[in-house]
């Protein structure tokens, strides 16, 4: 692997964007690939798309877990008209950034909902597997739980507040 691969390598995984993109241009210049900018019209068909498709995936979910990211990734695109693709460890930084753009009620909606989605997450990782250990019962009532709130959250982004099936 050449050098300048090597960089673009350890700017992606230092996380830093700047010198990423600069070591990618320079990788790409030395292999011969042309990048180029995307122009605005692109973009906005682009993100079009991908709002469409998100708000289809929302729509279609039913899992109460699964939900989450995807009511926050199709929030992002509705009030920033930006992409958002992020892993579980930064949906609590995505929600909080959402804060001054939602009605307090809308938000306290997507903070008990994520503060859901933790509980059962956590419990789901400490379950030992045991049938004496009470974990299972406690799961799948967080479960109940946060499924007797998607249509709550579907509503955030759909516009509708959905009636259960």
């Given at each position: 692997m ?6 673009t390598?350890e700017?992606?995984?230092g996380k830093?964007?700047?010198s990423f ?6 990788v ?7 990048l180029?900018k ?5 973009e906005?068909?682009?993100?079009h ?6 708000t289809a ?5 039913t899992?109460?877990?699964?939900l989450?990211p ?11 008209g930006k992409a958002?693709q ?7 930084a995505a929600v ?6 939602l009605d307090?009620?809308?938000f ?7 503060s ?8 789901m990782?400490s379950?030992?597997g045991?049938e004496?250990?009470?974990t299972?019962d406690?799961?799948?009532s967080?479960?109940?739980v946060l499924?007797e709130?998607?249509?709550?959250l579907?509503?955030l ?6 009636s259960?099936a």
């Amino acid at each position: 692997m050449s050098a300048k691969a090597i960089e673009t390598v350890e700017a992606l995984e230092g996380k830093r964007v700047e010198s990423f993109m600069s070591a990618l241009r320079e990788v790409a210049e030395e292999s011969g690939l042309a990048l180029k900018k995307l122009d605005k019209k692109l973009e906005r068909t682009l993100l079009h798309s991908y709002r469409k498709d998100l708000t289809a995936q929302v729509s279609a979910e039913t899992d109460p877990v699964s939900l989450l990211p995807q009511v926050i990734s199709l929030l992002y695109v509705q009030v920033h008209g930006k992409a958002l693709q992020a892993p579980g460890r930064a949906i609590s930084a995505a929600v909080s950034r959402l804060k001054d753009k939602l009605d307090d009620s809308a938000f306290k909606t997507l903070v008990d909902y994520q503060s859901g989605t933790v509980s059962v997450l956590a419990l789901m990782a400490s379950a030992t597997g045991d049938e004496e250990d009470c974990t299972s019962d406690r799961i799948l009532s967080k479960r109940e739980v946060l499924e007797e709130l998607m249509p709550a959250l579907k509503g955030l982004v759909l516009g509708t507040t959905q009636s259960q099936a």
